[in-house]
């Protein structure tokens, strides 16, 4: 896709199903911090932020304070979304298993964020496969280390279904920024180039 912010916002419609739901998210993340409301504005879905810690990450146990009951007067916390990497630092796997289980057990979605997860895996010498086995929804962006422009999204079926019914309600309007357009098949094409070539160079651009 050619637009982060439709992505992520893309993304956050799939997961979270009704105007006034709610995502956990640090305050340093990009679709938060970054992206001009973008979630809030495209999506009506209201951002919880939390500080992220020295390491990047979030405290499991703010996390789990974040969560509202289940009382008409809150929104409803739907998806907790995660970046990996996050301003330079890099989050562990037992992290990220630890903090997606947390989700898990409340029975909300989990995003990656996974702009650089490939310099993620690089710096932890994992697969990006086992980093990212436990989320439901993520995105890689390719001018990280790859030399290239846009976005992929990928998740599990039955999100990236929901997905597919939010750009429909939307006209079609982002699903034509992607994959069907002239811009999006020429992203594509570098993206391809880029993730085949360049990936011996991730450890310069860990950021």
């Known amino acids: ?15 979270l199903r009704a105007c006034g739901d709610e995502y956990i998210v640090g305050q340093q993340a990009y679709a938060y911090r970054w992206e001009a409301g ?16 020295a390491d ?12 509202k009951p289940d009382d008409s007067h809150y929104a409803r916390t739907r998806l907790l979304a995660l970046e990996n990497t996050i301003g330079g630092k890099v989050l562990s ?14 029975g909300f979605a989990k995003h990656l964020d996974g702009a650089r997860i490939f310099n993620a895996a690089t710096a932890l010498d994992t697969p990006v496969a086992t980093l990212t086995r436990s989320f439901d929804t993520g995105v890689r962006v390719f001018i990280g280390g790859l030399g290239s422009a846009g976005r992929l999204s990928a998740g599990r079926q039955c999100a990236v279904d929901r997905e597919g019914a939010t ?38 651009n860990a950021g």
């Open 1 to 15: 896709m050619t637009s982060g912010t439709l992505i992520e916002s893309g993304r956050a419609d799939g997961a």
């Open 56 to 67: 990047g990450s979030l405290l499991l146990t703010e996390i789990e304070d974040s969560i």
């Open 93 to 106: 796997q037992e992290y990220m298993e630890a903090a997606t289980a947390l989700a898990r057990r409340h």
């Open 167 to 204: 750009h429909a309600q939307d006209g079609g309007r982002r699903f034509a920024a992607g994959r069907h357009s002239r811009r999006g098949r020429a992203l594509r094409a570098g993206a391809q180039r880029g993730a085949s070539c360049r990936r011996p160079r991730q450890r310069s």
């Open 38 to 53: 973008g979630a809030a504005v495209l999506g009506s879905i209201q951002p919880q932020p939390l500080n992220n810690q």
